[in-house]
């Protein structure tokens, strides 16, 4: 979960040049390949951009992240859940699926928290939450590996 001050106009690779309103995001993505490293990634400031979110992350806080730890893939599952609720950015994140997004903003923090949990169950899923302090990467990626 993404907080943005401020509206953004940001370049996202090839998606082009995109307008971001301020208010709160959702952004669901995978980590098959190591949580803690994934996490610890995108709670890192200084790195190279490789995914479209890293964009975003320059001018967004993290304010939450909602782990689903397992072994299914449950990206596509979830996001299309959330774009049937939420509005979303076209295409952002989701350059590998079919997903309309994997970026969904509410104007309320509360308000798109609760749907993003809502959608997690409906799925049958539990989740574990670790808040994501400024600046405090090193403690919220040694807290995504415990």
Known sequence: LLNLPHPAT????????????PGSY???GSAMGG???RVGRHLRQNKRHHCHIDRLLTRAA??????LPGER???CPLARA?????RF???FGSSGCRCPSHLFLEADQRA???TVIEAIHRLGLHHESLPAAAGDSATATDRAGS
Request: aromatic letters at 6%.
């Open 26 to 28: 959702a952004y669901v």
């Open 112 to 114: 798109l928290r609760a």
């Open 35 to 37: 949580l803690e490293a």
């Open 73 to 75: 893939r449950i990206e």
């Open 89 to 91: 950015v076209p295409r």
């Open 62 to 67: 993290v304010e939450e992240v909602i782990l």
């Open 10 to 21: 940001i370049l996202v690779g090839r998606l082009g040049i995109l307008h971001f309103p």
């Open 82 to 86: 959330l774009a049937e609720r939420l």
